[in-house]
């Protein structure tokens, strides 16, 4: 069997540097490039970790991931009134059970919380947007941060979400491919660090970005929520918002909503309104939430996979815990789903 001392020859450094390295110690202080030829010098001897020597004995090795805290941007009730998010917490909360990990949950408020919360936790997954200035308080207190559905846009923090921007798209060319012309689209403004975008948000910007570059860009067309609070958009929100477009001399022959919630009130706005699904106007959204394949008609949706951004959050802190000194931002793909609320077929 290969020995740790056999390895810390080969590389150059002590035996007690290749254990720390071999065991994932985040607190060891030591170059990448160092780091990478301990492994690939103990993978080339053939060398089996205790951990893996646990594994192959039916034992487990502690997690490093002792204790995580969840700091989301909605409130309980927000948070509750739309899928996605429960599902991008599941999926977090489902990886930590695995590694019989501790987990501390800190919702919305008007404050910033307690630094005690994040006291002896291994790290920090924060759910959604978040300002500079909360972005600069999780810095300055975690001891590890990964942010879930949201890209601070800084380099060494990790992120993991999907690219909304390109799923729009991915709506507009298959509603065009199939004859749509007028589309209309609801969403809402975006506000970060006080300041309202009116927009900024990733899915109205991308949408009037394709518009103008086909020459088909209408402002009628645009119906935005100023819910810039960070609360949800909500069934109440479409409805109100899907009834501003249908009040238009020349409706949308098809309405593109920010999310399955808001596609709900908009199905309401339209019947009353005495008009068919699909055949007078059509509505497609986002994140495939639970009941969107039970509504009548079904609705064509863009699968986000909620529960996948937040596996992918844990192993992202997991890597950060055993040693990766760099930052990683991962993309999630998401998926269009054809169903009848759209009045032909779609290509993907």
């Known amino acids: 069997m290969v020995t740790i001392k056999e390895i810390a020859k080969a590389v150059g450094v002590s035996s007690a540097t290749v254990s720390r390295v071999l065991n994932y110690d985040p607190a060891l202080s030591i170059s990448p490039a160092k780091r990478q030829a301990i492994i690939e010098t103990a993978e080339a001897l ?15 090795a502690p997690s490093l991931l002792t204790k995580l ?29 695995d590694l019989k990990t501790e987990i501390v949950k800190v919702f919305h408020s008007d404050a910033l919380p307690e630094a005690s919360l994040l ?17 600069e308080w999780l810095q300055q207190y975690a001891r590890q941060v990964v942010f879930a559905d949201f890209d601070p ?26 004859g749509y012309r007028r589309i209309g689209f609801i969403g809402s403004h975006e506000k970060l660090n006080g300041t309202v975008t009116p927009f900024g948000e990733k899915r109205c910007a991308a949408y009037i970005d394709w518009q103008k570059q086909h020459g088909t860009f209408d402002p009628e067309l645009l119906a935005l ?23 238009l001399r020349e409706k949308p022959d098809v309405i593109v909503t920010s999310n399955d919630n808001m596609a709900i009130g908009t199905y ?13 106007i059509g ?34 802190l997991l890597e950060r815990l055993a040693g990766r000194a760099y930052g990683k931002q991962v993309r999630i793909s998401t998926e269009l789903i054809h169903r009848d609320s759209c009045r032909k077929a779609m290509n993907s």
């Open 283 to 316: 509505v497609i959204s986002f994140n495939d939430i639970p009941v969107a394949q039970f509504l009548m008609p079904p609705l064509s949706t863009v699968r986000v996979h909620g529960e996948h951004i937040g596996e992918v959050a844990v192993d992202l």
């Open 119 to 135: 006291e002896g936790a291994s790290g920090v997954i924060v759910i959604g947007k978040h300002s500079d200035n909360e972005i």
């Open 225 to 247: 929520a100023d819910c810039t609070s960070g609360q949800s958009l909500r069934l109440e929100t479409g409805y109100r918002l899907a009834r501003d477009l249908l009040a």
């Open 153 to 178: 846009r800084i380099e060494q923090i990790d992120s993991v979400l999907s690219d909304m921007g390109m799923a729009t798209v991915k709506i507009l060319e298959s509603l065009q491919a199939n």
């Open 69 to 97: 805290v969840i700091v989301h941007f909605l409130e309980p009730s927000d948070e509750i009134a739309d899928p996605y998010y429960v599902g991008v917490r599941l999926g977090i909360e489902n990886r930590c059970r």
């Open 268 to 280: 309401r706005a339209i019947q009353e309104a005495g008009l068919s699904i699909p055949d007078d």
């Open 46 to 60: 053939n060398y089996e970790t205790p951990r893996n020597r646990n594994k192959a004995n039916g034992q487990t």
